[in-house]
């Protein structure tokens, strides 16, 4: 079995980027999450204690986007990867980072890192 919580689309302010504006102001941020579960550990009962509450998450997103500077992408992405693969019943994770305002004529700049 493979279970999955998968967050899509948060957005959020960030201090990112190398370049004098962008050190200036906190730009607009996505953030998609992919977070594989260990499917031996599937919840018995219908109780937030017996899973991953997604909460957990989404607020440790928030935290770390919000903690620092970040010069890079790079940089937002491997700390998020790290800090997802080491909760509690995490098998692998899928993250990216988009910065959906760095050019006029781009949807968006993303990166991603998975161990899916």
């Known amino acids: 079995m493979d279970r999955r919580f998968i967050l899509q689309g948060l957005e959020c302010q960030a201090s990112i980027g190398i370049y004098d504006a962008e050190?200036?102001?906190?730009?607009?941020?996505k953030i998609d999450a992919e977070v594989r579960l260990h499917p031996a550990t599937?919840?018995?009962?219908?109780?937030?204690?017996?899973?991953?509450?997604?909460?957990?998450?989404r607020e440790t997103i928030l935290n770390i986007v919000s903690a620092r500077?970040?010069?890079?992408?790079?940089?937002?992405?491997?700390?998020?990867?790290?800090?997802?693969?080491?909760?509690?019943?995490?098998?692998s994770v899928r993250i990216r980072?988009?910065?959906?305002?760095?050019?006029?004529?781009?949807?968006?700049?993303?990166?991603?890192?998975?161990?899916?």
């Not at 050190?23 to 941020?29: P, S, T």
Request: hydrophobic fraction near 35%; aromatic fraction near 8%; proline fraction near 3%.
């Open 69 to 91: 500077h970040y010069d890079l992408q790079e940089t937002l992405a491997r700390t998020l990867f790290d800090a997802l693969r080491a909760l509690d019943d995490v098998q």
């Open 42 to 57: 599937e919840p018995i009962d219908d109780k937030v204690d017996s899973t991953l509450n997604y909460d957990l998450i």
């Open 97 to 116: 980072t988009a910065k959906p305002d760095a050019y006029n004529d781009c949807e968006t700049i993303a990166y991603q890192l998975s161990n899916l």
């Open 23 to 29: 050190r200036a102001n906190k730009q607009r941020i």
